[in-house]
């Protein structure tokens, strides 16, 4: 028997486990106990990550569609027929109509093959990932605050601090292990506060629940930061030193004294009072958020005052305190820092400016295009005619899903590269059978942005390859040969572009647990958290932010205010959670969690049927009542592809971000 | 006893090479900063005196994952006939192997464990340092053995006090007495001496009778559990890494010409579990599961397999993110009586 130490498929915690093969099969999964992250833990997820790798609807060998039905093809025909597809959509209107999805579950190393191949072999900037749905708003928000946009300090700090502040994260369920810190440091004597508008786990367990109404994140912290600067809790000293542009911000928070923030969000202003005193009164404070915060139309706003409060207190720049942005995908920060973003290369280098452009050019020898490409929701709106999709599921995981089903049907071109198949094959002209996790070298990085080795488990089922082998293939078919003879050679050349990968080598990952970026050079130990001694920008900037409702509130007609979200057993859209037997086996329904008083007046019982209607769909679901929504709300997970809660969701964009605002829309609920 | 032995240490992997030829060698390894079973290429590479594995050795007799038949136009049985020698177990490891025997073969035997238990040679090494998590001290599981084991070594310095506890053990060394002597005075007396200072180590005492004695008099409230429940991950990391818990539940997995059937590790901390047709979850309450676990290792398996459904290996305490492993439970039921 043999154990392979890789790292975690699924969430952004980046969990280091051993796969244990034995003749060829993976026959289990066991945490490792040295990890900083896991220290011999992992979540149910974990656990059981090993079981779709092997499971019998793998994709085994590459498939076209021809006169509306799929067959199987050879590498070389399916290849061409890519190629093909691609240059004709370019030659008749051009690289910028073709669109390219990346992908928060592939590696490092593939997603800036990924984005290296839009921009230099198709030549448009028209690459983005699912990170537009998740923490765009995160990566615009704090370049402007911080000058970079990721969780500033890390996990093995926790366990540390003196107060933790949680906003908008369902942590215990969505980064368990991270969750496991903070019950850590709660049980040796650290404040835990938590904002939500739901009665999740860790809200229970914390000293004080700020149960705010979905959308009202920006009047809550300005209430919070208002009670700090009236009762002189501000870290003037920092504030004078660290930062800029504070008397315009602080001339705005007048309007925000805890009665009217009280009257907007719904929580008590004793309480507003209380948590920004208990924030605010301790030197090792760390601040954390999640979807909650950015999947709205103000979700740069939102991450904008979260970043204004930590800068008001001095909460940064030291270990214990920071603002730590909780990143979904086991592979969002890297996706994002390999700058598979529309308007960066990797390590955030702005494609606008010409310098960054003339080193990538110097080193891909290409021409480069000089204008931002479209985000993920400009593509669905009819920007694009032919897209290349690796290892995501719009036809699930995007709002409006009816609106972006039809933009993949009326593409001229789609090819789409995965794991199974998914509703979004279901649209392809060619499909191209990946290698999963288990299958391939490369590296991860996870939410602290800790970079770790995942290692070669088993081979690949069928013909399967790995991304970064077909997106290689495909470039040398269309006249750019990329010769990696492996996916380390692939981690030289981004070292070699990316500044704050600079001195993240394969060989250097092979001992202790990943490095934390930036590592500049070959002997940096790595930054265990950001800010030191001064923001990446230099100064901090204030950002003056106000309180905007949300772009579709209840009313008479559609009553319930609906917020989306995911839950402890699945996995986005359920692609590999939901071919995973125990998994399965617990949660195989989609189900509306109702508010107990809300279920008595429309009769709905306990288990029965639902269908909840929006402006833009309908879905039936089975009702769970429950104390964990308010009267007024209800709660509906994205997984299951059988009731789509996202053909309900608002398509309505944050303007800066593009982030659609997953969490507030409103709809009506009738028994069945 | 019959078939002690003292082994020089020089001559260990000469020994262990041997019984390579014939089995796949598994013994802890050295993995970065983890300590893990696996199986052994570098004999000299093994860890002697690692920390408690995770998961506990039951990975080779009930792996997590495993094919159990397979249906073409017949069917196939799969049970695993490989052999294999464990080194480098722990006592308690080896003490939870009586209770899963009678699980597993009391009555309606299961011939996938069968097999498995069959062909697989344990060899455990008396804890001279436990861990600061163990607690087999106070249930008599450890940290050494008086019977139960296939060979038990002592550790002795430069050399092994070695105990067989089977015939294939015995069989094991007198084939190779070559590479042994019998012990003499001294050697038993600094094995006592391993005994004695082993016990003295041990951080932690918990007494499971007293738990028992908690729960079996209804003195712990509902309070108590729900706060328990509370910081429940449902991770059910307890159940897999536990020596003693024998969770699973069986599927099919239809492949184009053939059907596979497949065992894997489940736990009782899902409510689906004990799911019944139309969706009726009798523990669907959170708190329930809880007890459950813990009424079943401290009532119920005394009742049915005549003793505790915990061996004290420490384990869930390494794994529980939650921090509500056995013995952290049991230390706080004495500040917790209703
Ligand atoms: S916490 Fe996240 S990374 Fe860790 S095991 Fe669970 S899903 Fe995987
Ligand atoms: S209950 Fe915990 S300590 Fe007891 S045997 Fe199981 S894993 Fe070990």
């Known amino acids: ?672 | 006893m019959a078939g002690e032995w003292i082994l020089d240490k020089n001559h260990l992997s000469y020994w262990l090479r041997q019984m390579r030829n014939e089995m796949e060698l598994i013994a802890p390894l050295r993995e970065r900063e983890d300590i893990v079973f696996k199986s052994v290429e570098k004999i000299h590479e093994i860890v002697l005196d690692c920390p408690a594995s995770i998961p506990s050795p039951k990975e080779f007799l009930t792996p997590q994952f495993e094919p159990m038949l397979k249906k073409t136009d017949k069917i196939i049985d799969l049970r695993d006939n490989s052999k294999r020698v464990v080194f480098g177990v722990r006592s308690c490891d080896i003490s939870a192997l009586r209770l899963l025997d009678r699980f597993y073969l009391n009555g309606f035997k299961d011939p996938y464990y069968e097999a498995r238990r069959k062909n697989t040679l344990f060899i455990s090494i008396v804890c001279n340092v436990p861990d600061n998590t163990c607690f087999c001290i106070g249930l008599g599981t450890g940290p050494f053995l008086k019977e139960g084991f296939d060979i038990q070594l002592y550790d002795l310095g430069d050399r092994y006090f070695v105990q067989c506890g089977s015939k294939e053990a015995r069989k094991w060394c007198s084939r190779y007495s070559f590479l042994m002597r019998r012990p003499g005075k001294a050697d038993f007396e600094d094995q006592y001496e391993v005994e004695l200072s082993s016990q003295a180590m041990f951080r932690k005492r918990i007494s499971l009778e007293y738990a028992q004695q908690m729960i079996s008099e209804d003195k712990l409230s509902d309070g108590f559990w729900q706060g328990v429940t509370e910081r429940c991950f449902e991770c059910g990391g307890c159940v897999y890494v536990c020596p003693l818990c024998t969770c699973y539940t069986v599927f099919d997995r239809a492949y184009d010409n053939e059907t596979e059937r497949i065992r894997v590790w489940d736990t009782c901390f899902f409510k689906g579990f004990t799911r019944l047709a139309g969706n009726i979850l009798p523990a669907e309450q959170r708190i329930l599961r809880t007890k459950r676990w813990f009424y079943h290792k401290l009532l119920y398996y005394p009742e049915t397999l005549g003793g505790f459904g915990c061996v004290g290996c420490g384990r869930c305490t390494i794994t529980c993110p939650g921090r509500i492993d056995m013995a952290t439970v049991v230390l706080k039921m004495k500040d917790e009586q209703k």
């Not at chain 1, 598979?340 to 955030?348: D, H, I, V």
């Not at chain 1, 999709?389 to 899903?401: H, L, V």
């Open chain 1, 1 to 672: 028997m043999q154990k392979v130490l890789t790292v975690c498929p699924y969430c952004g915690c980046g969990c280091g486990l051993y796969l244990h093969v034995e003749n060829g099969r993976i026959t289990g999964v066991s945490p490792s106990r040295s990890h900083p992250v896991n220290t011999g833990s992992l979540c149910v997820k974990g656990w059981n990550s090993y079981e779709f790798v092997q499971h019998p609807e793998r994709l085994r060998y590459p498939m076209i569609r021809e006169k509306g039905i799929l067959r199987r093809a050879t590498w070389q025909e399916a290849l061409q027929k890519v190629a093909e597809g691609i240059n004709r959509v370019k030659a008749a209107y051009g690289a910028h109509s073709i669109g390219v999805l990346s992908s928060a579950k592939c590696t490092n190393e593939e997603n800036y093959l990924m984005m290296k191949f839009a921009r230099g072999v198709i030549g448009t900037n028209n690459v983005d990932h699912c990170a537009r749905l998740c923490h765009s708003s995160t990566v615009g928000g704090l370049a402007r605050a911080f000058g970079s946009g990721a969780m500033t300090n890390s996990i093995s700090e926790i366990k540390e601090a003196r107060v933790l502040f949680v906003i908008g994260s369902n942590t215990m369920e969505q980064h368990p292990m991270i969750a496991m810190h903070m019950l850590d440091a709660v049980r040796k004597g650290t404040t835990l506060v938590v904002a939500d508008p739901r009665q999740t786990q860790i809200a229970r367990l914390a000293h004080l629940h700020l149960r705010h109404r979905c959308g009202t994140d920006v009047a809550l912290l300005l209430g919070i930061m208002n009670v700090i600067v009236t009762e002189g809790l501000v870290d003037k000293e920092f504030v004078r030193r660290r930062t800029e542009n504070f008397d315009a911000f602080e001339s705005l928070l007048d309007k925000y004294p805890p009665s009217v923030a009280e009257s907007i969000t719904g929580v008590r202003a004793a309480d507003i009072r209380k948590a920004a005193r208990i924030y605010a009164s301790e030197k090792r404070s760390m601040l954390f958020y999640s979807m909650g915060i950015t999947q709205h139309i103000t979700g740069t706003d939102n991450v904008r005052a979260c970043a204004d409060l930590v800068m008001l207190t001095g909460h940064i720049g030291l270990p214990m305190t920071g603002l730590n942005p909780l990143r979904g995908q086991n592979n969002v920060q890297g996706a994002c820092d390999m700058g598979a973003l529309p308007e960066f290369y990797s390590g955030y280098q702005p494609v606008k400016d010409p310098k960054a452009r003339r080193k990538f050019q110097r080193a891909w020898r290409r021409k480069l295009p000089e204008r931002p490409g479209l985000t993920l929701m400009e593509m669905m709106d009819g920007g694009v005619r032919a897209m290349y999709i690796m290892g995501e599921n719009p036809a699930i995981s995007d709002p409006d899903a009816t609106h972006v089903r039809d933009a993949l049907k009326k593409l001229d071109f789609l090819v789409v590269q995965d794991i199974f198949q998914t509703e979004t094959t279901e649209y392809a002209d060619v499909i191209l059978p990946a290698a999963s996790f288990a299958e391939k070298d490369g590296t991860f990085t996870n939410t602290e942005r800790r970079v770790q080795l995942l290692r070669k488990a088993v081979d690949p089922p069928g013909e399967a390859k790995a991304d970064w082998q077909i997106i290689c293939e495909l470039s040398e078919l269309m006249g750019y040969p990329m010769h990696y003879r492996g996916s380390y050679e692939i981690m030289e050349e981004i070292a070699l572009l990316t500044p704050s990968y600079g001195g993240i080598l394969h060989h250097r990952l092979e001992e202790g647990f990943g490095i934390q970026w930036p590592c500049p050079n070959s002997n940096h130990p790595g930054t265990p958290y950001l800010h030191r001694k001064k923001f990446a920008r230099g100064l901090g900037s204030f950002i003056t932010v106000d309180y905007i409702p949300p772009a579709e509130l209840p009313d008479e007609k559609y009553p319930f205010l609906l917020t989306t979200g995911r839950i402890y057993f699945h996995y986005h859209t359920g692609t590999m959670t939901r071919r995973t037997s125990v998994i399965e086996r617990e949660e195989p329904l989609c189900f509306v969690e109702i508010n107990r008083e809300d279920a008595k007046r429309l009769g709905i019982r306990d288990s029965f049927p639902v269908r909840v209607k929006s402006r833009r769909g309908e879905i039936e679901v089975s009702a769970r009542i429950t104390d964990r929504v308010p009267e007024g709300t209800v709660f509906i997970p994205f997984h299951f592809r059988e009731a789509v809660c996202n053909i309900l969701t608002n398509p309505a964009l944050d303007p800066i971000a593009k982030i659609p605002e997953f969490k507030v829309c409103a709809v009506a609920l009738e028994a069945v």
